[in-house]
Nanobody, 122 residues
């Protein structure tokens, strides 16, 4: 079992930045690929970014490429999502998730956090 707890969400103006954190506990955190997904009101959950456990492979959705950065601290068992140049369309509940291997598909992820709200005002 892996428990994931997100934090760092909030309200920010367009063009601003936020950093989300996802603290993991339970089984060996370093063995899992970590991903971030988001779900806006009335929309399906969508892939944002993912990192292999080694950090050598990273995927980004086209919509966030060049603005968002995923990173992980295996000592602190925490994965981060640095979000820059935020846009109103980035408004969503953001979820972190853990999977046996890196993937863009939510169904490949076995463990999920409870989500944290990010709201970007125009």
């Amino acid at each position: 079992q892996v428990q994931l707890v997100e934090s760092g969400g909030g309200l920010v103006q367009a063009g601003g930045s936020l950093r989300l954190s996802c603290a993991a506990s339970g089984r060996t955190f370093g063995a899992y690929a970590m991903g971030w997904f988001r779900q806006a009101p009335g929309k399906e959950r969508e892939f944002v970014t993912a990192s292999a456990w080694s950090g050598n492979y990273i995927y980004y959705a086209d919509s966030v490429k060049g603005r968002f950065i995923i990173s992980r601290d295996t000592v602190k068992n925490t994965v981060y999502l640095q979000m820059n140049s935020l846009k109103p369309e980035d408004t969503a509940v953001y979820y972190c998730a853990a999977a046996p291997r890196i993937s863009r598909t939510e169904y490949d992820y076995d463990y999920w956090g409870q989500g944290t709200q990010v709201t970007v005002s125009s």
